[in-house]
């Protein structure tokens, strides 16, 4: 209840910046640098971030309104206050004073309008369109020098954690669109050199306005390693840390002294997505049966290592608060035989499951060959067809009939409903078109009381588990290695790799 009391602004306490100094009140000595090993990036423009190495790069230069942590409580950043009107309509956010961008620029609520602006922009090509879907330029209007209001299309009562999205970080109203050449932000470190595929350096941002932080002089993330090759690097010492950890070396790193791991349950999950619009995944006994096929424990113990917890095929996860068990659904091959049969499949059918090859420290493929060993069970031949993410990610993710997509957590069920699920989503792999969970979905949104918001969550689990538009295996806890030299570099559900408070041990 107290959780939910601060998504709605109403439990000050619980709002407040975490304070900068360590748990004995006294801050850490200063200096050092930490390297971190990273792979390829898309992009590093904020507006157009899609993949965890642009977002860790521009995460250390540049901060969002609110932060997110395990916990799931949104905490102040760049706001220092979010209070709803109109039932959730309507948001008032109080920008912090006293904050400057690394050139000198004091932060307004004209960046913030700016920023949100370029986000929601329909003729602006952001990656954040469709998380911010309820939201139009027009919505976004500067109420005062630290003052914004947003007003949505509709209403959106955890709309706090949207603020929190890996695009929203607050640009300057001069913003150009490239960011390396403006090395602007207001984090606790400025961008001093990036060089595309070879690596990115920071220095300590002295301006910085929740001092003493940062404790670390500086911050190198190392880019172009290959998906397995981020953990040897940290086994060898070469780097400190990961920005991506490859689960398949997570025993190695456990078992080497020189390395400690964090761990937090997410909701992150990889969805297997059935084209429900398309034979034979259009039968609803054919979705079910191939979800009874999965033996779910080989995913978490064979592919995460443990580092995971199990799915039962809905998108309301057990980390979040309004999650209630519904009974687990486990293979039963007889079952799955049966409806494959009744489908008129008495001898299974040929089918083609599509990934990314590359993708998630390559797991995604290796899951794809573990989905198709047990679809194979009950007469089902699927073949893999593993293509690099460039591809698959702007072709056949969302129109191949059987694919396996990655998803990153999110604070609240509705950012995964709203892009993924609803009928009219952008997202929407599966096709998948019903009604009635349309109306849970925008009733979630639109309900404060959480009593109720947990009644309806259920009736949603309970849906899209019956309908299995998607099979989700497991949920992910992310693990974060880091040489023990350093301390505070914690594990983050959105894989976010916050370095302000990180120091030297000792």
């Not at 913030?112 to 602006?124: E, N, Q, S």
Request: aromatic share 8%; charged share 20%.
């Amino acid at each position: 209840f107290l959780k939910w009391a601060a998504v709605l602004g109403l439990a000050a306490p619980l709002l407040r910046v975490p304070s900068a100094r360590a748990a004995n009140s006294q801050a850490p000595a200063s200096g050092g640098t930490i390297k971190v090993a990273g792979g390829s990036t898309i992009s590093i423009e904020p507006p157009m971030l899609t993949d965890g190495v642009g977002v860790a790069i521009a995460q250390h230069s540049g901060e969002y309104l609110v932060d997110v942590g395990p916990d799931l409580l949104p905490r102040a950043r760049l706001a220092t206050a979010w209070t709803p009107s109109q039932g959730g309509k309507v948001w008032t956010i109080t920008v912090r004073r006293g904050v400057m961008f690394q050139s000198g620029k004091p932060l307004t609520a004209d960046d913030v309008v700016a920023t949100f602006k370029r986000l929601v922009d329909p003729k602006g090509s952001s990656s954040a369109k469709s998380s911010l879907g309820f939201l139009t330029p027009e919505g976004v209007e500067k109420v005062d020098a630290h003052t914004v209001r947003f007003t949505l299309q509709r209403t959106v009562v955890d709309f706090p954690y949207y603020l929190n999205i890996y695009q929203a970080i607050i640009l300057p109203t001069t913003y150009s669109g490239n960011s390396a050449k403006d090395k602007d932000g207001t984090g606790p470190y400025k961008l001093v050199e990036y060089v595309p595929g070879e690596r990115a350096r920071f220095t300590r941002n002295p301006n910085y306005w929740n001092k003493p932080l940062p404790y670390l002089d500086g911050v190198e993330i190392v880019l172009g390693f290959s998906t397995g090759g981020q953990a040897p690097a940290l086994l060898s010492g070469n780097v400190d840390t990961v920005i991506v950890t490859d689960y398949t070396h997570i025993q190695t790193l456990k078992g080497n002294a020189r390395i400690t791991i964090s761990a937090v349950p997410s909701s992150g999950h990889d969805g297997i997505f059935l084209r429900t619009d398309k034979p034979p995944f259009s039968d609803l006994r054919v979705r079910q049966a191939m979800a009874l096929a999965m033996d779910r424990v080989p995913f978490i113990d064979n592919l995460n290592n443990g580092l995971a917890v199990l799915g039962d095929d809905n998108v309301i996860a057990p980390v979040f608060p309004i999650y209630s068990s519904i009974g687990q659904r486990s293979q039963d091959l007889a079952r799955a035989k049966a409806l494959l049969a009744a489908a008129g499949h008495p001898n299974g059918f040929a089918t083609t499951i599509v990934t990314a090859s590359d993708a998630v420290a390559g797991l995604l493929a290796s899951e794809a060959v573990l989905v198709g060993q047990m679809l194979k069970q009950i007469g089902i031949d699927a073949k893999v067809m593993a293509e690099p993410s460039k591809i698959y990610y702007n072709t056949d993710w969302l129109t191949a009939p059987l694919t396996i997509s990655d998803w990153a957590h999110r604070p609240t069920p509705s950012q995964f409903i709203n892009v993924a699920y609803r009928g009219d989503a952008p997202w929407n792999a599966s096709h998948w078109k019903n009604p009635r969970f349309d109306t849970l979905a925008k009733q979630l949104d639109s309900t404060i009381d959480l009593s109720r918001r947990k009644a309806i969550a259920r009736q949603i689990e309970l849906l899209q588990t019956e309908q299995t538009p998607s099979i989700i295996p497991y949920f992910s806890k992310i693990a974060r290695p880091v040489s023990s030299r350093f301390r505070n570099v914690q594990a983050h559900p959105s894989n976010y790799l916050d370095l302000s408070r990180a120091y030297v041990a000792g």
